[in-house]
């Protein structure tokens, strides 16, 4: 079966899907208000997407100072095959980023304006818990055993970890300035961090639920014009071992070598703030999502050379990638 890449469209309210064969879209949904953050369901037949009725605040403005939708607020639920939205589960306030549970039974969502996490679960659609996680959260992601879950705070620089079925605080992991997203090693004993305002990448112990290193991104020297790298997404490659992390207003991506964190390429110039990345199920193809350009970079991931750029639609923030177990 095809491979399809997902992306998240903030400003046109829509996601497009592009055929990771041919690297073209295949098809738009309308989703609703600023998508941002996605997921696919368990068994790949639904795509979840986090709406908010949050207007996106203009440079300068703060986003509480301008008029909300509140019923704009939720979960949408793409139904694939049909290829529309078919229900749109309750999230919370302003919902930005979520993952699921394994067994699919239950969302850990990001309330960004309200410094909450909420759980839902899906079946009946109830928020069925209301957890406190530091100011702005955004990053989400549950550890592959499903036990945790990791929720970054942008404000406290730190993440916090929560049990994934009572929802109770177990721990909290600081980090560098500003943290955005997390991403599990295969095996769940590691968990990466990126830090946008400071630059960094935190290692934790995902076990202990302690930080263990910290990888700068940033130059020794830099250049008077030279924009500095603000790390925004992570994943890895599908062996686990390396790390892609997108630089954001730095507009570069870097790659890692996941067990010792050295950097073993910078990629310049791989799109306008980058901030989204995926890589295909079998390693071969890099995709970040490109906001301000309106489009996702493609890279062959053997030699790291861009070998396309996919205009979708307005402000490209999220991807999502079919698994290959399915």
Known sequence: PPVHLYVSNEDSNDVSIIDTKTDVVVATVPVGKRPRGLRLSRDGRMLLVALSGSPKPPHG??????PADRSAD?????????????????SGQDPETFDLSPDGRTLYVANEETAEASLIDVASGKITRRVAVGGEPEGVATRPDGRVVYVTSELDNRVSVLDAKSGDLVAMVPTGTRPRAVAFSTDG?????????????????????????????????????????????VT???????LYVTAGRGRSLFVL????GRILRTIADVGARP?????TPDGSKLYTANGPSNDVSVLDAATLAIRRRIPVGRSPWGLA????AR
């Open 257 to 260: 070598d996941a067990a010792s």
């Open 61 to 66: 403005r703060e986003a509480s100072a301008l």
């Open 189 to 233: 004993k590691r968990a990466f961090v990126s830090a946008e305002l400071g630059g960094t990448v935190t290692i934790v112990d995902a076990v202990r639920h302690v930080p263990v290193a910290t990888i700068d991104l940033r130059p020794p020297q830099v250049a008077p014009s030279q924009v500095l790298p603000m790390p925004m997404g």
């Open 275 to 279: 901030w989204g990345v995926a890589v």
């Open 74 to 90: 939720g979960i949408g639920m793409v139904d694939l095959a049909l290829g529309r939205v078919v229900r749109v589960l309750p």
């Open 236 to 242: 890895l490659s599908p062996d686990g071992r390396m």
């Open 321 to 324: 990638i079919d698994s290959a």
